[in-house]
């Protein structure tokens, strides 16, 4: 049935928090927030999760899943968490997402899988995949430069053409290539325009790689429906109910034009909704069974970062388990991805199925800056009296969580003081570091072995003991660079509260400590396992579609093992900056001891190119290269040169060519007017001013703060903590007319109008619009 540009209009906005407007002939479509598990919503008006979550598996966190390693792995995850969507009558999961990790300081780093784009848009590739094949959608987020959480509703990303295309957009461009359901555009601004805005979602997201489903925004990312959509943003979620229907038709009078606009963005609402909500027979997941795959998941995924002959422990042993997340085991982060599990493994409930021989101490606890001398005592009287001690560690729920980014990296100092003192009395002890992040490990000196645990999921307290005592042999490695001190990286948060630059341009994680040879703890790609691993002939041959890499690979130890088989190219010295070394190709292989492999990697050619900003387009240098192979970027195995025919390049000389870290040339190669980092905001103010903004004038601060009052009211109503402190934090950087979305209806956007208008010191007009709207409530 043909709709009229009425309903057109109208199926562009949301119908509530979750769903897709229905029609006669088109049912409603159910969205439900991942990515590491179903987040669905009790009621469909709840945006804060104030009424709580359906029960669901929570799996590992992208953190942790990244260091798999292992398309396959995420491809079965994916098929797991569409079973799971199934069975709750979803039909597009939130996930994944991809954004890279500019800086470990992000607090939602954990929701995100790497500071390479190219081991990111693999990983998200199988995930999608596995997804979409069983019939559910996915929404790959948040497109694009989305990479703190600090001022993450509006600051402006200011980043150079390169490295938006090498960095930025390279994994969105390889997970689209699987045609997912929708794509995220999110909240801020990258070069001036915000992401629902940007020209790119037409330039380069339908025109050059051919996209050919829908374009939803963040919830509250809309700031001028006319222009989203003439972008290429599709739908408005949450609904707006009716307020941007109203704005979309009324541009129709003045521009005919736009009517096509509608129609193309009604159209692929439309396709979506009929490719996803099918009249299928309701269908059960099995728990236990996800539940042993998430336990699977998270062990293969753990990093084995030290062994110094302590590890694996055996039950003969007489083990003392010390930590606070022995009764309370950390496994996920806060904020919108926040599941229901369905169960909890707690490491106090599961020991005794690995040894009879061992005690627990809690020896501190997780919130709180205070000392606890009488659970540190314990646990120190406690180690004196075993052969090993497994000591728990990591950053407490409050440290990370979606809307707020973290100060440093340092761990609580109660631990650290703990671990001193326990060294003094036994020196065998087995470090278990848990968190969604990198933090500072310098604590390692006093552990002779160290497992980097991450957030693991509902099953983690028995995927880190399964590797402990030696039932999974860990296969994981590190999917981003560990550094003790921010100060060691070279991208620095700011608080800022206009423009961010990104002035190290192509040189994020590894890009930088690599090709500047600088100190990491422990760097890229990095794992231990309980085997070791041989290998020879390692081979490069030139085919017509790359360079193809052979090798053969024996498990040379007594255990059977996964070996994870790095590839780099190592980039040539010519007029073109580059990264030194740079991941190209991947695999996960599986040994029984003594047994080998013959495995071949294929480098696309596509892989050795670079973007010219200058020609607008991506160049192969021709140049000799090098094709390594490395257990880690940092650690080579062998490297063979290849020589490229391609184009002839000179470009002009910037500080990024030199040999000592200089982001001076930003200015020249962003292409863009550099907008002041920070400014004054105030009068007029608009539906896009923030809370913060309005504490700049009288008016303002009166009707802010009357506001926040009322907002912490509502807060205090959410049963999850951090998820109210997250609220909190926020609530200062949230646009009004986001304020107006997420209010579920408590305020109206002609009341909020009317608020903008008084702090615009037209008070009658404000005031007319407050109470007419209160006399049509009151009315209804």
Same mark, same amino acid.
């Given at each position: 049935m043909k709709k009229t540009i009425e309903q057109q209009a109208s199926l562009l906005d949301g119908l509530d928090v979750w769903r897709t407007k229905s029609f006669e002939d088109l049912p409603s479509l159910m969205m439900a927030d991942g990515p590491h598990g179903l987040r669905k919503q009790i009621e469909f008006s709840d945006n804060l999760g104030a009424k709580g979550s359906v029960p669901a598996t929570c799996f590992p966190t992208a953190s942790l899943l990244a260091c798999s390693f292992d398309r396959k792995l995420l491809g079965d995850l994916g098929k797991r968490l569409a079973i799971e969507a199934k069975a709750n009558q979803v039909h597009v999961v939130l996930g994944p997402g991809i954004n890279m990790k500019r800086t470990p300081l992000c607090g939602r780093n954990f929701e995100y899988f790497s500071e390479d784009p190219y081991l990111a848009g693999e990983l998200a590739a199988s995930y999608v995949r596995g997804v979409e094949d069983m019939g559910v959608g996915t929404s790959v987020k948040h497109f694009f430069a989305n990479n703190q959480e600090k001022n993450r509703f509006f600051v402006?990303?200011?980043?150079?053409?390169?490295?938006?295309?090498?960095?930025?957009l390279k994994a969105f461009e390889r997970v689209v290539a699987e045609q997912p359901a929708t794509i995220m555009a999110s909240y801020n601004k990258i070069n001036g325009f915000y992401a629902t805005e940007h020209p790119y979602l037409k330039k380069v997201l339908r025109d050059e790689w051919k996209y050919q489903g829908l374009v939803v925004s963040d919830w509250g990312a809309i700031h001028h429906r006319v222009r989203s959509l003439k972008a290429g943003t599709d739908l408005e979620m949450p609904s707006s109910f009716g307020y941007r229907t109203e704005e979309i038709l009324n541009r129709i009078q003045e521009d005919p034009e736009f009517k096509k606009d509608i129609e193309k963005s009604a159209e692929r609402v439309e396709n979506l909704v009929k490719k996803y909500v099918k009249k299928d027979a309701t269908i059960t997941f099995n728990s236990e069974d996800h539940h042993t795959f998430a336990r699977k998941a998270a062990s293969e995924s753990m990093v084995l970062l030290k062994n110094q002959g302590v590890l694996p422990l055996q039950s003969s042993q007489k083990v003392l388990v010390v930590g606070g997340f022995i009764e309370h085991m950390r496994y996920q982060g806060a904020g919108s991805s926040l599941i229901n599990p369905t169960k909890v493994d707690q490491i106090n409930e599961i020991m005794k199925e690995y040894t009879e021989n061992y005690e627990l101490a809690l020896g501190y606890v997780l919130e709180g800056n205070d000392t606890t001398p009488l659970l540190a005592e314990q646990a120190i009287e406690k180690a004196k009296q075993v052969d090993q001690v497994v000591f728990l560690f990591g950053l407490p729920d409050s440290f990370e969580a979606e809307g707020f980014d973290r100060k440093d990296l340092r761990i609580p100092m109660q631990q650290v003081e703990l671990i001193e003192r326990m060294y003094e009395v036994n020196q065998n002890i087995i470090g278990v570091a848990i968190g969604g992040s990198v933090m500072d490990l310098s604590i390692e000196k006093y552990m002779k072995g160290l497992l980097m645990a991450y957030l693991g999921g509902q099953a983690s307290a028995h995927a880190i003991f399964d590797i402990l005592y030696g039932i999974q042999n860990p296969s994981g490695r590190l999917a981003e660079s560990f550094i003790d001190e921010i100060e060691s990286?070279?991208?620095?948060?700011?608080?800022?509260?206009?423009?961010?630059?990104?002035?190290e341009s192509i040189f994020i994680g590894y890009r930088y400590y690599h090709t500047f040879n600088k100190q990491v703890r422990y760097p890229f790609g990095y794992g231990q396992s309980y085997t070791t691993f041989e290998y020879s002939?390692?081979?490069?041959?030139?085919?017509?579609?790359?360079?193809y890499v052979t090798m053969n690979i024996k498990?040379?130890?007594?255990y059977k093992g996964k070996e994870v088989v790095q590839i780099y190219v190592d980039?040539?010295?010519?007029?073109? &900056? /580059?990264?030194?070394?740079?991941?190209?190709?991947?695999?996960? !292989?599986?040994?029984? *001891?003594?047994?080998? =492999?013959?495995?071949?990697?294929?480098?696309?050619?596509?892989?050795?190119?670079?973007?010219?900003?200058?020609?607008?387009?991506?160049?192969?240098?021709?140049?000799? &290269? /090098?094709?390594s192979v490395c257990k880690n970027v940092n650690d080579? !195995?062998?490297?063979? *040169?290849?020589?490229? =025919?391609?184009?002839?390049?000179?470009?002009?000389?910037?500080?990024?060519?030199?040999?000592?870290?200089?982001?001076?040339?930003?200015?020249d190669i962003v292409q863009t007017e550099l907008p002041p980092k920070n400014i004054k905001k105030g009068r007029p103010y608009t539906l896009s001013s923030t809370l913060q903004d309005a504490q700049n004038t009288w008016m303002g601060r009166r009707i802010?703060?009357?506001?926040?009052?009322?907002?912490?009211?509502?807060?205090k109503k959410l049963n999850n903590p951090w998820m109210s402190e997250m609220m909190k934090k926020t609530m200062l950087e949230t646009p009004l007319q986001m304020l107006v979305l997420f209010s579920s209806g408590s305020?109206?956007?002609?009341?909020?109008?009317?608020?903008?208008?008084?702090m615009n010191l037209k008070i009658m007009k404000g005031i007319k619009k407050i109470t007419e709207k209160n006399r049509e409530k009151k009315h209804e």
């Open positions: 402006n990303s200011i980043v150079d053409p390169r490295a938006l295309r090498e960095i930025y990286c070279n991208v620095q948060l700011t608080e800022d509260n206009n423009a961010v630059y990104y002035d002939n390692i081979q490069v041959s030139k085919t017509p579609e790359g360079c498990n040379t130890g007594q980039q040539p010295k010519t007029s073109v &900056y /580059r990264a030194k070394r740079e991941l190209k190709s991947f695999d996960k !292989i599986e040994l029984e *001891p003594g047994e080998t =492999k013959t495995v071949g990697l294929m480098i696309d050619y596509d892989q050795f190119k670079f973007y010219d900003i200058h020609e607008e387009r991506w160049i192969l240098e021709q140049a000799e &290269y /090098r094709i080579l !195995i062998a490297s063979i *040169p290849v020589k490229l =025919k391609g184009e002839t390049v000179k470009h002009i000389e910037t500080s990024y060519h030199q040999t000592e870290y200089d982001p001076s040339s930003f200015r802010s703060n009357t506001i926040i009052r009322k907002g912490l009211k509502t807060v305020i109206t956007f002609k009341q909020a109008e009317g608020l903008i208008d008084i």
